[in-house]
């Protein structure tokens, strides 16, 4: 079983910063390409940013100069680095990975999702 924890989340003024982290744990053989999704009441889950175990990375166009998602692969762990907040970005954020078993099977996990609000 693998779990994705979350944190980092809060309320921020606009312009502010906040940086998310999301930590993979247990029966983990291989983590493959992790990312961010968030999602407003009413709306479907938007994909934010994507990265892969390679390091490639690739960006909502509403998020590019603003965010930036990084991993460490030696602590399972991706990040989100979010500057210049706007109030639309306001949403739960979740985590998303990728992982294969020892059989080189694919399973997909998601995080608890994490409140990122932005307002005045």
């Known amino acids: 079983q693998v779990q994705l924890v979350e944190s980092g989340g809060g309320s921020v003024q606009p312009g502010g910063s906040l940086r998310l982290s999301c930590a993979a744990s247990g029966g983990i053989f291989r983590l493959g390409a992790m990312g961010w999704y968030r999602q407003t009441p009413g709306s479907q889950r938007e994909r934010v940013a994507t990265?892969?175990?390679?390091?490639?990375?690739n960006y909502a166009d509403s998020v590019k100069g603003r965010f930036t998602i990084s991993r460490d692969n030696a602590k399972n762990t991706v990040y989100l680095q979010m500057n210049s907040l706007k109030p639309e970005d306001t949403a739960v954020y979740y985590c998303?990975?990728?992982?294969?078993?020892?059989?080189?099977?694919?399973?997909?996990?998601w995080g608890q999702g994490t409140q990122v609000t932005v307002s005045s």
């Open positions: 990265i892969t175990s390679g390091g490639s990375t």
């Open positions: 998303n990975a990728q992982t294969y078993r020892t059989d080189w099977s694919l399973y997909d996990y």
